[in-house]
């Protein structure tokens, strides 16, 4: 029985990645957002992400790879995640609320010309749209990173990339596949 449900997972996985495999916009975002962190880099700017759940965790693993190394030994690259400092997460949702804890962070760190990434597979956490209204009000490039599903980032956000699905286990492996695609072509562009 677990066999059936893990090929039917795998199916549904190597389905959502095909329509990828063939979605020109989504190769061309990824292209695009590419060359704005390298030039973002190139500036003296930094990339910041930020996300809920399992967005979080990419979030905080796309930061790790672009600040420690991808595939290449080479300098880091300044990035950081939003959601990795619990101090600063429950002080500022204790006394803020919830939905401030992205867009008071940037407030104290956006510098114009970031790359800020919100990832939320609805597209639609309030946290995750208020950082990047602020952002985006505020000199940063903005990128979101959604499902397939209408959505408020994808009216305010400079790109978004939507990812073929409604579901969210498949969307955020494809989060995952693309954040860990575009730190490649960042580190193949910045160290050939």
Known sequence: MENGLLKARLAEHISVAMLIQNDKKIAEQVDFLAKKIVNCYKKGGKTIFFGNGGSAADAQHAAAELMGKYTKNRKPLPSIALTTNTSILTAIGNDYGYDEIFKR?????????????????????PNVVKGIEYAK????????????????????????????????????????????????????????
């Open 105 to 125: 962070q940037l407030e104290g760190l956006l510098k114009n010309g970031d790359v800020v990434v919100g990832i939320s597979t609805s597209g639609n956490s």
């Open 137 to 192: 009000k505020n000199g940063g490039f903005t990128v979101c990173l959604v499902g397939a599903k209408k959505c408020r980032l994808e009216k305010i956000a400079d790109v978004c990339i939507k990812v073929p699905s409604e579901s969210t286990p498949r969307i955020q492996e494809m989060h995952g596949f693309l954040l860990h695609t575009i730190c490649e072509i960042v580190e193949r562009k910045l160290f050939p």
